[in-house]
């Protein structure tokens, strides 16, 4: 199946620095999203970005689907932005409703 | 809209019991996506449904098991439970492509 590879694995801050996560993955999607997961567990929707560049607010991610990776920056971070940080990707077979999920890369924003 | 929802939010059990778990999706999407997520193993796919069929299966033992209602509710079922089945379950709806996450159910097995 579809390998999913998140980097890095931790990253620690101070408020108000910039970011870039990075997912790589090792073959065609349908589908690519990135989550951040709150303390309580939910994932919350940050993008579905399958190929090209969004922006929402301090977020911004692109994907390069022809390279097979995506990128999420995060610019003037905040202590609210901590978390994990999930890239997740649907290959472009019959994998109905299936994410392949990274395993995350954990965030820590110091005041 | 409201979001997806499930419970119950959290569950105690112990070996050998099973459990079922609840989730309805948005309104209009008709396609629901279980996972489970674990320290060990990260989040990993349990099943798929749409329109009260499974097309999709992933890679865990027939304890697990899943249907889909006429309104697009989903229950997960798990049998004979084991320790290692604690762990965060989360629901997730889709009208298209893009998969919306319920707040999960939290188990723990005793």
């Known amino acids: 199946g579809i390998q999913v590879e998140q980097s890095p694995p931790d990253l620690i801050l101070q408020e108000g620095a910039n970011s870039t996560l990075r997912c790589n993955f090792s073959?065609?999607?349908?589908?690519l999203q990135w989550f951040h997961q709150n303390p309580w567990g939910q994932l919350i929707n940050l993008f579905y970005i399958p190929s090209g560049t969004k922006q929402n607010g301090r977020l911004s991610a692109t994907t390069v689907a022809t390279e097979r990776y995506s990128l999420l920056y995060i610019s003037s971070s905040q202590t609210t932005d901590s978390g994990v940080y999930f890239c997740a990707v649907e290959d472009g077979g019959t994998s109905y409703g299936k994410l392949t999920f990274g395993q995350g890369t954990i965030l820590t924003v110091h005041p | 809209k409201a979001g997806v929802t499930q419970t119950p939010r959290y569950l105690i059990k112990t070996r050998g019991q099973q459990v079922t778990l609840s989730c309805s999706p948005i309104?209009?999407?008709?396609?629901v996506s279980w996972y489970q997520q674990t320290p060990g193993q990260g989040l990993q796919f349990l099943f798929e449904?749409?329109?009260?069929?499974?097309?999709n299966k992933g890679n865990f033992p027939g304890r697990f098991s899943g249907r889909q209602f006429s309104n697009s509710r989903s229950e997960m079922n798990v049998s004979t439970l084991e320790l290692g089945d604690s762990a965060l379950y989360l629901c997730?709806?889709?009208?298209?492509?893009?998969?919306?996450f319920g707040p999960g159910t939290r188990l723990t097995v005793l």
């Open positions: 997730a709806s889709s009208w298209d492509n893009e998969q919306f």
């Open positions: 073959d065609s999607v349908n589908n």
């Open positions: 449904y749409f329109s009260e069929t499974q097309r």
């Open positions: 309104s209009g999407h008709r396609s």
